[in-house]
C-alpha cells in the first residue's frame, strides 16, 4: 500500500483535533498527520501537536480551501526531501479529514482503499450517522444541483470534505476554489478531467451543529463560497 498522508484543516478546534489526530494516526498506511492551524485563537494547535501531529500555523484565518493547499504543500515537500516520486508509486496519498471528527476518523479506512489499490482516483464519503447537522440544506442542494448541471452526476454528500485521492489527482484539480467551495470545485473538476471518482459509505461524525447566530453565519459563508465557484464552472 501506498503511504498515506491524512491533513487536517483545523480552525478553534482545541478540543477535539487531539482526539482525531490519534485516531487518524491508526489508519491503514497513515505515517504522517499534519494539521493545518488556521489562525485559531485557542490551543488548537499545541492540541494537535501534543496528539503527535506535524502542525503548520497560518498566521490569520484563511479559510478551508487555503489550508487544505497548504497541507498539501507541506506533504508534497516531505516526499521531496525523502526522495519519493509519484512515478515510482512512492509518494504519498493525501486523506484529507476534518478536524471535529474526533474518536470516528479511525474509521476513515474505507476512503483509502479504492485509490490505493488504483481502483478510484478520489473517493468521498458518504456519512452513515443519523447525526442531525444543523440543517444546511440549502448549501447541500446548491452544491448538488451545480455539480449536476456541470458534471451530469450528484454525490450523494457533496459538501463532504472527508477525500482521498493520489497526488495526481490532487494536481489536477488545484488549485482549490475559495473557502467551503473546494469541495464542489474539486468534484466538478474531477469530473471534467476524468477522474475516478467512488463515493464510500463510512461511519465517521462530526459534531453536531446548532442554529445559533454563529451556525447561521458559518452556512452563510458556505453559501456564498459554493455559489462563487460554481460562477466559475458553469
Known amino acids: 500500500m501506498p503511504p498515506v498522508a491524512v491533513v487536517i484543516p483545523a480552525h478553534n478546534e482545541a478540543e477535539r483535533v487531539g482526539a482525531t489526530v490519534t485516531a487518524a494516526a491508526t489508519l491503514p498506511g497513515a505515517d504522517v498527520v499534519v494539521v493545518v492551524d488556521d489562525g485559531s485563537r485557542d490551543a488548537t494547535g499545541q492540541a494537535a501537536r ?3 501531529a506535524t502542525v503548520v500555523r497560518h498566521a490569520r484565518n484563511r479559510g478551508k480551501a487555503a489550508a487544505m493547499q497548504t497541507g498539501a504543500e ?11 516520486d509519484e512515478g515510482d508509486g512512492g509518494s504519498h496519498l ?3 479529514l476534518d478536524a471535529d471528527l474526533g474518536d470516528t476518523a ?6 483509502i482503499t ?7 482516483d478520489m473517493t468521498i464519503a458518504a456519512f452513515t450517522s443519523t ?4 440543517g444546511h440544506g440549502f448549501v447541500v442542494s446548491l452544491s448538488a444541483r451545480g455539480i449536476k448541471r456541470a458534471t451530469g ?6 459538501l463532504n470534505g472527508q477525500r482521498c485521492l493520489s497526488r495526481s489527482a490532487y494536481d489536477m484539480v488545484r488549485p482549490l476554489a475559495f473557502g467551503y467551495g473546494a469541495e464542489t470545485a474539486m468534484t466538478i473538476d474531477a469530473k471534467r478531467r476524468g477522474l475516478r471518482i467512488a463515493e464510500v459509505e463510512v461511519p465517521l461524525a462530526h459534531r453536531a451543529t446548532g442554529t445559533d447566530l454563529g451556525a447561521q453565519l458559518h452556512r452563510a459563508r458556505q453559501f456564498l463560497d459554493v455559489a462563487w465557484a460554481l460562477a466559475w464552472r458553469l
Open 50 to 52: 501534543q496528539a503527535g
Open 74 to 84: 507541506s506533504v508534497r515537500l516531505l516526499d521531496e526531501g525523502d526522495g519519493l
Open 94 to 96: 493525501l486523506l484529507f
Open 106 to 111: 479511525a474509521q476513515a479506512g474505507p476512503l
Open 114 to 120: 479504492p485509490v490505493a489499490s488504483g481502483d478510484a
Open 131 to 134: 447525526v442531525k447537522l444543523g
Open 153 to 158: 452526476w450528484t454525490p450523494t454528500q457533496p
